[in-house]
């Protein structure tokens, strides 16, 4: 018999043949309960999609590492690996088993030149399980940057949805997909915009081009010259902030008020920024629907 790949995952009862009862400290690092990678391994989204497909050889990978799998490039930093099994009870920690049946031709099999081959939910299959299962801001999140996995999966979800009949989640994806704006250009950027929203500032639209300056700001209120900017990491470098100062300080001067938001004062003041963009919208002429 020949050797398996060394990227393969390896059963418990497999790797005892080779190791003895001692597997930790030779040469083998455990993924899930009964399933290991040799060390030095990349453990990446197709290797633990492997493993499942070792695990669960007739179940279909869906969910967030679905999507990690197709490119989707915010998956939040943990996830469970979620695979699909028709009349399967999965109980293992770190997997999540859906027991119901992905319609064929919404099951992909990808070849990654290892074995085994990985049977995977199609794109906007992935993106239904996602909108229905994850919390509804999450939810949102991901549909809004799911852009990034090509041929637009999220152009396919809604005909996906409304022609479901009987399948659990359905309205939930259905109402979501009416609160997504595609032109979000990462996670916390949605954040902010739907925080915008639930606050009853609804006239903000993303990615506003200002043709005087060709600048092109985040979130906007065009006819108040008010804007929101979401700073993230990319915005910390000492060559970055003095070219947003530059930026901003032309804006400011063109009458734009600019409202800078971190992932930090996003979840720490949203009173303080919410005040700020009111007064703000208030000194331009705006009058809150309530007041």
Known sequence: MSARPRNVPIRTRDLRHRTGSRLTSRGY???????????GVPIDSWARAEALMELYPDAAVTGWLAAVIYGHAFAPLDFADEVVAPGRRIERPGVTGWQYRIPPEHVQILTSGHCPDIRIASPEWTLFDIARHEPRVEAICALDTSTTMGLLPINRLRPLAEGLRGVRGRRIVLTRLGEVDTLAESPWETRTRLFLLENGLTGFVLQHRVPEFRYRLDI?????????????????????????????????AAGWYIEVVTATSLVRSPDEILAHVRAALGRRGYVSPGA
């Open 220 to 252: 906007a209120w065009p006819s108040l010259k008010v804007a929101v900017e979401y700073d993230g990491a990319g915005h910390r470098t000492r060559k970055q902030q003095a070219d947003d100062e530059i930026r901003r300080n032309r804006l400011r």
């Open 29 to 39: 690092a455990r993924l899930h309960h009964g399933l290991w990678f040799r060390d």
